[in-house]
């Protein structure tokens, strides 16, 4: 058998490891989904028709359309630190030290966290989608070429939100200070464009909200689900990305191959 089949081989039973434990314990998932459809419901139904007036008017309706691209990529951040979690959970509780002494590939590991990871989040995405449908989301002008590019992005930066995830909780002494250290990746959203438009931000403000991951991702969202102009932030969106995922697999990488634990 070659190389590449015995990796693919044990990352696939790293990967069904790994669904098989979040199946048996959801209660973390579960907690962590709750945060955006919890704030999905808040802005929409408390706050909605307040905050319709930041970006033009148009009701509650129109901010359901404007909040739902932000919720959606604040949905992936959430279900990452549950993936922090994990990682730390068995760096700490000696099953990555066994794995070692086995005759597994050594990067089927932390790959097998990184798939299960992006399953869950894009499974957590159609959720709080379906959510949103529910409450009158509606995105009648794109097209099923968008929807896929929409779906495209979201899974591209559920890939890049693991891969860093996965570094936090390889380098966090236990559980907790993993869902802390990963604490930004909910933070982020917050102060973006998620909730209101950079422009209505403070003039201090706005640098912050511009020049970070999540606000071209959310724009991004916006112009392929509601048709506003991407200009771009298509571009930036895609090299956050990529970025993300290079600073992640390398941070992850080599603090699995020194790491004693």
Same mark, same amino acid.
């Given at each position: 058998?070659?190389?590449?089949?015995?990796?693919?081989?044990?990352?696939?039973?790293?990967?069904?490891?790994?669904?098989?434990?979040?199946?048996?314990?959801?209660?973390?998932?579960?907690?962590?989904?709750?945060?955006?459809?919890?704030?999905?419901?808040?802005?929409?139904?408390?706050?909605?028709?307040? #905050?319709?007036?930041?970006?033009?008017?148009?009701?509650?309706?129109?901010?359901?359309?404007?909040?739902?691209?932000?919720?959606?990529? #604040?949905?992936? $951040?959430? @279900?990452?630190?549950?993936?922090?979690?994990?990682?730390?959970?068995?760096?700490? !509780?000696?099953?990555?030290?066994?794995?070692?002494?086995?005759?597994?590939?050594?990067?089927?590991?932390?790959?097998?966290?990184?798939?299960? +990871?992006?399953?869950? +989040?894009?499974?957590?995405?159609?959720?709080?989608?379906?959510?949103?449908?529910?409450?009158?989301?509606?995105?009648?002008?794109?097209?099923?070429?968008?929807?896929?590019?929409?779906?495209?992005?979201? @899974?591209?930066?559920?890939?890049?939100? @693991?891969?860093?995830?996965?570094?936090?909780? #390889?380098?966090?002494?236990?559980?907790?200070?993993?869902?802390?250290?990963?604490?930004?990746?909910?933070?982020?959203?917050?102060?973006?464009?998620?909730?209101?438009?950079?422009?209505?931000?403070?003039?201090?403000?706005?640098?912050?909200?511009?020049?970070?991951?999540?606000?071209?991702?959310? !724009?991004?969202?916006?112009?392929?689900?509601?048709?506003?102009?991407?200009?771009?932030?298509?571009?930036?969106?895609?090299?956050?990305?990529?970025?993300?995922?290079?600073? $992640?697999?390398?941070?992850?990488?080599?603090?699995?191959?020194?790491?004693?634990?």
């Amino acid at each position: 058998m070659s190389s590449l089949s015995l990796a693919v081989r044990d990352s696939t039973t790293m990967l069904r490891r790994n669904l098989l434990h979040a199946r048996r314990y959801p209660s973390l998932t579960l907690n962590l989904l709750l945060t955006p459809i919890m704030l999905l419901l808040l802005f929409v139904y408390i706050f909605g028709g307040a #905050m319709s007036a930041g970006i033009g008017g148009g009701g509650r309706s129109a901010y359901i359309a404007y909040l739902v691209p932000g919720l959606l990529l #604040m949905t992936i $951040g959430s @279900t990452t630190i549950g993936t922090a979690v994990s990682v730390s959970t068995d760096m700490n !509780e000696g099953i990555i030290a066994r794995f070692r002494t086995m005759a597994i590939h050594r990067g089927s590991v932390l790959i097998g966290h990184v798939i299960g +990871s992006v399953i869950q +989040s894009v499974a957590s995405v159609i959720l709080v989608g379906a959510v949103a449908l529910a409450i009158g989301f509606r995105s009648t002008d794109a097209t099923p070429l968008e929807w896929l590019a929409a779906l495209a992005l979201l @899974t591209l930066f559920a890939l890049a939100l @693991t891969w860093i995830a996965v570094a936090m909780g #390889m380098v966090s002494p236990n559980a907790e200070a993993a869902s802390n250290n990963a604490m930004p990746l909910i933070v982020l959203p917050l102060i973006s464009s998620a909730f209101v438009p950079i422009e209505a931000m403070p003039g201090w403000f706005q640098p912050i909200a511009q020049y970070q991951p999540f606000t071209p991702a959310i !724009e991004t969202l916006r112009g392929l689900l509601l048709g506003s102009e991407i200009g771009h932030n298509g571009w930036l969106a895609i090299a956050w990305c990529l970025a993300l995922t290079a600073l $992640g697999y390398l941070w992850s990488a080599s603090t699995f191959n020194r790491d004693p634990r």
